[in-house]
């Protein structure tokens, strides 16, 4: 179960003739969007040919259909995605082709496509018709299945966050003890490589506490003293990656998340890595949620006290 699906959608899907009357495509696509926009990319197909289909006027663009399309551009919800045919598809079945060909490139999660053109692809087992989605199981449980168990190890991390990493424009590590000069957060570095390889440098930013130890062992750490750290263990990497990363120190927090504008998580141990047996729970956050968490790491905020800021390289 992916933290963020990804979807290709025929671009009928968005048009008022699909459906058998305006009210019946609000309501559908009224509902898409809140998937969509909540939990999921889409793939913009064929080179980006198929967001050029609806800078056209030769169909009935239902206005909910628009409205979503506005929204997937504005929320970098678009995944470029390489050409798979020579010819730029120009019907219903051929953009569905070219979706589920492409899914043997990278898999998606799913083709939601008009019904006519479902009929036509009954044996292909993530193809489903937009009107009746929640009848098929990829669909129902990426609503039902919020949370993931994996093994702390990097390779589990990068394959979970792979699509969420490459995509997102802005990335917010919360995790109250990551420290790169640590052994067992050694391995964070190269998650962070992740991060831009696709079209967009995000905006990153890690938040931790400014103690280390707990109870009557806890310290404070001086300012200078993170700087140093995060700057020897992290610069040369982010450096070869034409990334940065801004570093926040807080007073006090307890819970781990990561925050982007696709979707948010709640990490069940932070971001540490082991090599013993060990397994951690991720679950994605309500959108509203997430939207709480980025205010709270706001310093405009004040639920917490900035205690140093500073950026890496």
Not at 103 to 115: A, E, F, H, K, R
Request: hydrophobic share 35%; charged share 25%; proline share 4%.
């Amino acid at each position: 179960m992916p933290l963020l699906a990804e979807y290709a959608v025929t671009p009928g899907v968005l048009s008022q003739d699909s459906y058998t009357n305006y009210e019946v495509g609000d309501i559908l696509l009224g509902q898409l969007k809140d998937v969509v926009l909540h939990e999921a990319l889409v793939r913009n197909l064929h080179g980006g040919e198929w967001l050029q289909v609806f800078r056209s006027n030769d169909r009935p663009w239902h206005r909910r259909g628009l409205e979503l399309l506005r929204k997937l551009v504005n929320q970098n919800r678009l995944r470029f995605f390489p050409k798979i045919m020579d010819q730029i598809p120009s019907s219903e079945q051929e953009w569905c082709l070219e979706a589920v060909e492409s899914n043997n490139v990278s898999p998606l999660d799913g083709v939601i496509t008009t019904s006519e053109t479902c009929s036509k692809f009954k044996s292909v087992s993530f193809v489903g018709d937009s009107q009746r989605l929640t009848s098929y199981q990829w669909w129902r449980d990426q609503r039902n299945q919020p949370s993931i168990r994996l093994p702390r190890t990097l390779d589990q991390y990068s394959r979970a966050l792979e699509l969420l990493l490459e995509c997102a424009n802005s990335i917010m590590f919360i995790d109250a003890h990551l420290d790169p000069s640590q052994y067992r957060y050694s391995d964070f570095s190269q998650l962070l490589l992740a991060t831009g390889s696709g079209q967009i440098k995000p905006l990153l930013e890690i938040h931790r506490v400014c103690y280390e130890g707990s109870g009557p062992s806890r310290r404070i750490v001086p300012n200078d003293k993170w700087e140093n750290r995060f700057r020897t263990s992290m610069n040369r990497i982010l450096q070869q990656a034409s990334l940065s990363v801004e570093v926040l120190i807080w007073d006090d927090f307890h819970d781990r998340h990561i925050i982007t504008n696709l979707v948010g998580l709640h990490l069940g141990n932070g971001l540490d890595t082991t090599r013993a047996r060990s397994l951690t729970t991720w679950t994605r956050l309500a959108r509203d949620d997430r939207d709480d968490i980025q205010r709270e790491f706001d310093p405009a905020s004040g639920r917490h006290t900035l205690r140093h800021r500073f950026r890496v390289p």
